[in-house]
């Protein structure tokens, strides 16, 4: 399995592998090993809701590096900023209340096997599969430990 820092992509020149052509410049593909071995961290402005109708939901800014808008009209005229949200099942809401910035990706994948039932590589898979999907999002980021 491959997670990459994003989802860049040029035109290859000369007949360079598309995959190839994936990786932004600098970054590296991680394997499935080297990124259990990591920890997760949520980005600080993730907000961890919680929605009568919808349960468990995941907040962020749309664009977090933009600066707010400095005039008057632009703030009076922007409204309340707008937010991706990501609703959660029962697993992602575990999963993301074991996101503490201590634990690594095996050690989460352990605790949520031990609670579910599961095989131990069948919630690495999925749980590599749910990290990717939030990485891709910018909303967790896995450090080397």
Known sequence: MRLLASRWRRKTAGGASAAAAAVPPGARPLDAAALLAGVPHLHPSVECLRDRRRGFVLAWPLDPGRPPRATWLGRL????????????????????????GRRTLDEIAAVMARETGHGRGEMNQALLAFIGQLARRRVVAVTPR
């Open 77 to 100: 005229l922007a409204g309340p900023p707008r937010r991706h949200r990501l609703v959660l099942d029962s697993l992602g809401r575990r999963t993301v209340e074991l996101i503490d």
